[in-house]
């Protein structure tokens, strides 16, 4: 059995119970890919910087949905994000690229 048994995770409950650890377990559900999909943009949506960590880790995992996570850190706004985004300024995916652009100029900061 997964992380979640045999239930499929309810990203939209997790995200009104506002449970970040429940929706960073719900990027590890193998079952459904929107289901990571959903849980990274719910990720984004509550703005918790405790999310950031997760998806830095989890971006070389996401092949072609890396902008997904990108998209996220930049709506948490957080400047632990910076790091993150900056070693994926020269990804091989305009769409990438273009996400970090938006992200870094949504958290600003002097570093950028």
Not at 34 to 61: E, Y
Not at 72 to 82: F, H, K, Q, T, Y
Request: charged share 20%.
């Amino acid at each position: 059995m997964g992380l979640f048994g045999s239930a499929k995770p309810d990203v939209a409950q997790l995200e009104a119970k506002g449970d970040i650890p429940g929706l960073i377990k719900a990027m590890q559900y193998k079952n459904d890919v929107w289901i990571p999909i959903k849980a990274i943009q719910a990720l984004g949506r509550l703005k918790d910087a405790r999310a950031v960590p997760a998806l830095g880790s989890t971006l070389p995992s996401l092949g072609g949905n890396r902008a997904y996570a990108i998209i996220s850190l930049g709506e948490i706004g957080d400047e632990s994000a910076l790091e993150i985004l900056f070693n994926y300024l020269a990804d091989e995916s305009h769409f990438v690229r273009a996400a970090v652009v938006d992200a870094l100029g949504k958290i600003g900061g002097e570093k950028c």
